[in-house]
Structure formats: C-alpha cells, structure tokens
T-cell receptor
C-alpha cells in the first residue's frame, strides 16, 4: 500500500534558524511529489512539484529536493511569516491518474 | 475571484439533518475532489469526479454523497449528519494529469452538534 510519512510532526524554529522537513514515501513508481503550504483555516497552497530523483526547486527561502525514497523541504533563515503546516503528497504511477496521497503534515512555527 | 469557491465557509448543524456543501471552480478543469481534514489525520479523500459522468468513492465515502452538476460544480451532501463528521472540508480541482497539483478551495468548517 502506498504511504507518505512526514517528520517531524511539529517544528519550532527561531527566526533565522535554518532546518529541513522530511517526507518519505513508498509508492509503486513515483509520478510526482508535491509540496503544499497550509495556513490555519485555509486550503493548502501549492508550492512545488518534483518528478525525478536529484531534482530541486526553489522559492524564496524554501528549497525542495527529491531522492528515490524521500523529499526534503529546506527552509533557509526562516521568518515568522513562514509559520504554517507543510504538506507533502505523492502521485503514483499506475494509480488512478491525477489522484494524490497526502502525508499528515509538519506544523512549523517560527518565533522572532 | 478565487479559482475554487466553497460555500458555506462555516456551518453548524444538528445531528440527523441533511446538509449540502457546494463547490465551484473557474479553472476549467475536468477533475474535482472532496477531502476532509481532521487534526492529526491529514487530508482524506471522500469522493472524486473525473468528469460530469464519472464519480468515484474515495477512502471514507460512507455517510456522504456527491453530485456533479456541471464541469464547474461539485457538491457534497451529508444525508444524516453525525457528530464525528465535524471536520474541515475541502474541495479541489486538477487538470487531467494532476501533474500541476491540486487547487484547493478555502474550506468549509462543519460542526455537527
């Protein structure tokens, strides 16, 4: 059965303290891995799609990387406005096309 | 205007009542989805629709039904609401490949008392 596991469940950082979030996956062939940001009471907002091992994507202080078994979301010099829950999702080859499987998320808090 | 609009934003209803949550999208996508989100459980798929004539059950469809009234509209009904259906509900849409991810609505916070 396909699974997506995110760690840690929660992370508290001081402003400027860089760190990484992890998303490990077990799928029968990866079609794509997605990162989303979700603010409290709002819908997830798309950040990145990664398709193959070795691929990297960047957006402001965020960089997502992908290996054959996991993805990392690196946060460099975070600011309080980066506080949110970050969700990882995978799309598997051979599964219903377009369907995503989500992890439970990492709740990030950045304090001044 | 938002790409995906959900109504209502918040709703409190009584046990046993029938309730409908509505979703409309302006992305022009064929595929639409309903998820519920509970603390600690993440997003779980209730129903999905790949076009107007295609509707499929997700992981947790019991107690729910859906209607795809048009390409742009996908509604979720709770036939007889129960307290453990209290959750945050999200509608989403994607293109046919899903390769650009989903676009989510802002959610409906439903409380069943």
């Amino acid at each position: 059965e396909d699974q997506v596991t995110q760690s840690p469940e929660a992370l508290r950082l001081q402003e400027g303290e860089s760190s990484s979030l992890n998303c490990s996956y077990t799928v029968s062939g990866l079609r794509g891995l997605f990162w989303y940001r979700q603010d409290p009471g709002k819908g997830p907002e798309f950040l990145f799609t990664l398709y193959s091992a070795g691929e990297e994507k960047e957006k402001e202080r965020l960089k997502a990387t992908l290996t054959k078994k996991e993805s990392f979301l690196h946060i460099t010099a975070p600011k309080p406005e980066d506080s949110a829950t970050y969700l990882c999702a995978v799309q598997a080859r051979g599964s219903t096309l377009g369907r995503l499987y989500f992890g439970r998320g990492t709740q990030l808090t950045v304090w001044p | 205007d938002a790409d995906v609009t959900q109504t209502p934003r918040n709703r409190i209803t009584k046990t046993g009542k029938r309730i409908m949550l509505e979703c409309s999208q302006t992305k022009g996508h064929d595929r639409m989805y309903w998820y519920r989100q509970d603390p600690g459980l993440g997003l779980r798929l209730i129903y999905y629709s790949f076009d107007v004539k295609d509707i499929n059950k997700g992981e947790i469809s019991d107690g729910y039904s859906v209607s795809r009234q048009a390409q742009a509209k996908f509604s979720l009904s709770l036939e007889s609401a129960i307290p453990n259906q209290t959750a945050l509900y999200f509608c989403a849409t994607s293109d046919r490949t899903g390769s650009t991810g989903y676009t989510f609505g802002s959610g409906t916070r439903l409380t069943v008392v």
